[in-house]
T-cell receptor, first 110, second 113 residues
Framework: GENVEQHPSTLSVQEGDSAVIKCTYS??????FPWYKQELGKRPQLIID?????GEKKDQRIAVTLNKTAKHFSLHITETQPEDSAVYFC?????????FGAGTILRVKS | GAVVSQHPSRVICKSGTSVKIECRSL??????MFWYRQFPKQSLMLMAT?????????EQGVEKDKFLINHASLTLSTLTVTSAHPEDSSFYIC?????????FGEGSWLTVV
């Protein structure tokens, strides 16, 4: 089955700097790669996603890149703000079935 | 917009008893829904795929006799934790898809005492 690895587990950046979180997946059949932000005890909140027919997608300060050959995808947050501090999860899936990475705690220091 | 609703949001049960969690798609039909478990400070772990009108498909290591899944209608999937033990205490969350969008339920905190 699918296996998703996510790094780093924690990331501290200075306000205004960029943050990058990386994930790798194992199943070449996966074609959907969302990124979520989650508060404790709440449902995951989709922040950006990408499908396998696209290499990059951007939404304001957030971007995701996908390298299908290498089976990895990354989340890029530019001009980080304190409110970006959260737990971020990547996921890989086919259809609506998702396998999640272990998560990254992002801390933005002001 | 499409919503997935989960109930109860919190439940406490005694060790050895069973507890049922419901997941409903409110304005769309979901032939497939998914159940995840999340321990504190950990990731969401896919437990099983709930298939309307047929048996659920369980992920490796998930006991199908302990986590009973029923998907009797196109809008309702239920997860029953049987003979619950304290180690089953966790956050359980379901999801369903409409088109290319995945919707998560609110999640259910289960505490087994």
């Amino acid at each position: 089955g699918e296996n998703v690895e996510q790094h780093p587990s924690t990331l501290s950046v200075q306000e205004g700097d960029s943050a990058v979180i990386k994930c790798t997946y194992s199943d070449s059949a996966s074609n959907y790669f969302p990124w979520y932000k989650q508060e404790l005890g709440k449902r995951p909140q989709l922040i950006i996603d990408i499908r396998s027919n696209v290499g990059e997608k951007k939404d304001q300060r957030i971007a995701v890149t996908l390298n299908k050959t290498a089976k990895h995808f990354s989340l890029h947050i530019t001009e980080t703000q304190p409110e970006d501090s959260a737990v971020y999860f990547c996921a890989a899936g086919y259809g609506n079935k998702l396998v999640f990475g272990a998560g990254t705690i992002l801390r933005v220091k002001s | 917009g499409a919503v997935v609703s989960q109930h109860p949001s919190r439940v406490i049960c005694k060790s050895g008893t069973s507890v049922k969690i419901e997941c409903r798609s409110l304005d769309f039909q979901a032939t497939t829904m998914f159940w995840y478990r999340q321990f504190p400070k950990q990731s969401l772990m896919l437990m099983a795929t709930s298939n309307e009108g047929s048996k659920a498909t369980y992920e490796q290591g998930v006991e199908k006799d302990k986590f009973l899944i029923n998907h009797a209608s196109l809008t309702l999937s239920t997860l029953t934790v049987t003979s619950a033990h304290p180690e089953d205490s966790s956050f359980y969350i379901c999801s369903g898809g409409l088109g290319n969008t995945i919707y998560f339920g609110e999640g259910s905190w289960l505490t087994v005492v």
